[in-house]
């Protein structure tokens, strides 16, 4: 059985209660796809900034999934 590798990268930017991150998908043949997600902390609550960089992330892997997930469809439809 063959093992493939694809690779995904996350980056995070913060800025002040925002946070946003991407999800960049490369695949061993070069192939790209981008999902995007954004935080933002609501001022009454506790300014911990892992918590924005979690659900920013968790929300551009969801974004991602949907864009492979409609991608697929297509093609093999």
Do not use: C, F, N
Not at 5 to 19: C, F, P, Q, S
Not at 22 to 51: F, K, N
Request: charged share 25%; hydrophobic share 40%; no cysteine.
């Amino acid at each position: 059985m063959e093992t493939k590798k694809w690779t995904v990268r996350i980056y995070l930017a913060e800025d002040g209660d925002d946070t946003s991150a991407q999800a960049v998908l490369i695949t061993r043949g070069g192939g790209r796809l981008d999902g995007l997600g954004r935080s933002h902390r609501d001022p009454a609550d506790e300014a911990v900034p892992e918590i924005g960089d979690k659900l920013a992330t968790s929300r551009a892997l969801t974004a991602l999934a949907a864009s492979l997930t409609a991608i697929t469809r297509h093609a093999i439809s």
